[in-house]
Structures are given as structure tokens and as C-alpha cells.
């Protein structure tokens, strides 16, 4: 589990212990939402059961340990937490949640959701710059992201050639090789199917 009732949370991680390096941060809070977002795509959409904790699709950012009082304290781990509702007046926050709907919408499409038992999975999770490739005979989907606070190059595995199209933006890449060398900002990610998805 990305969160838990017994993992700290992300968003406070970020904000709190955030790497960085020169102006990029994730600590700063756009930042560290968008870093949100690039870890949701790795989980929602890698194999198995899942589950969010508290608010965790809006940036929950009070530490696991928040005390009533609002300090922190390994003590206060059973206690009671803020509700986040007035987070959704933030337009920031509400962009980490519509990325998990999309997530979510994506993986209970028919597409998606018919073929997965039968998929191939592949990944490379040990490198700043990490993938995960999921492969039916419906449909195959990549996830590449940046974890790296500095822009990083890396030779991404695709499953064939073609027409790659970004879930996250709706624009399309041209794979001429099946390892095709890409260059990454920081913090940096996309979901590519080789088929336009229709939500």
C-alpha cells in the first residue's frame, strides 16, 4: 500500500522531508502534489487490491501521529484527524483528486479491467527513473515517471512500436524502437496506452 492506517502519509512526507536540489523541491506544495500524482499512477495501476487512506487522494498532509491538539507525537497515532473537506476549495488539490479518478476510471474500463488477469507485467522499480509495463492483447500501458529531484535519461522498454497515447495529457508519442531512450524533468511522469483510452 502507497498509504495506510499504519503508513505515514505522502503529502506530509513531501512537505516535511522533501529532497530537493537547486530551485526544485518536494517540499514546495506543487510540487509535492504533482509528486502525488506520479506515485498514484504507479499504484493504481499496478496489480493487486488497493487502497487509500484518509483524504490521501486530496493530499492528506497531517502526519499519521497528529494529536488532537494539532502537535505531532509518536503517542497520538490512534487519535483522532482533522477532516480535509475544505481542501476541495483548493484547485491544486482538486487536481490530485480528478488524477485519481481518471486512474480509477481507466482501470474499471472494459479495456482495461477484462484482460487484466491474463496481462504480462513488467517493471523496472530499482532506478530513479522507473516503469511499469502492463501487457494484454487488448491493450498495453506503460507508466514511466522520474523519482529523481534532477532531470534524469533513461532507455525505456516499450512493448512494441506505434502510436503511444499519454492518459495524463491526451497528446501521443511515435515509439520507433522498442527501447527508445527518453529524457525526464524532475518529478516528471505519464501514463502511455497503445490505444486511446475512451473514458
Known amino acids: 500500500y502507497m498509504e495506510s492506517h499504519d503508513e505515514e502519509r505522502l503529502m506530509y512526507l513531501n512537505l516535511q ?11 514546495n506544495f506543487n510540487t509535492a502534489i504533482d509528486r502525488n500524482k506520479m ?7 499496478s496489480p493487486g487490491p488497493k487502497m487509500f487512506w484518509q483524504f490521501g487522494e486530496l493530499g492528506y498532509d497531517y502526519s499519521i501521529n497528529t494529536c488532537e491538539n494539532g502537535t505531532v507525537n509518536n503517542s497520538c497515532r490512534l487519535d483522532n484527524k482533522p477532516l ?5 476549495n483548493n484547485p491544486k488539490r482538486v487536481e490530485l483528486l480528478d ?14 479491467n477484462n484482460n487484466f488477469s491474463k496481462s504480462t507485467i513488467n517493471h523496472r522499480l530499482g532506478t530513479a527513473v522507473k516503469y511499469l509495463s502492463i501487457q494484454s492483447d487488448s491493450i498495453k500501458i506503460m507508466v514511466v515517471g522520474n523519482f529523481d529531484v534532477n532531470p534524469a535519461t533513461s ?5 512494441k512500436t506505434g502510436i503511444w497515447y499519454d492518459l495524463k495529457d491526451s497528446t501521443s508519442i511515435l515509439v520507433n524502437s522498442l527501447t527508445r531512450s527518453m529524457s525526464f524533468q524532475p518529478g516528471e511522469y505519464h501514463v502511455y496506452t497503445d490505444k486511446s483510452p475512451e473514458l
Open 17 to 27: 522531508f522533501g529532497n530537493s536540489s537547486g530551485s526544485y523541491s518536494t517540499e
Open 39 to 45: 506515485a498514484a499512477s504507479f499504484f493504481l495501476l
Open 84 to 88: 480535509a473537506w475544505p481542501y476541495l
Open 99 to 112: 488524477w485519481y479518478k481518471t486512474l480509477i476510471r481507466f482501470r474499471n474500463s472494459k479495456i482495461f
Open 155 to 159: 532507455n525505456i522498454e516499450f512493448p
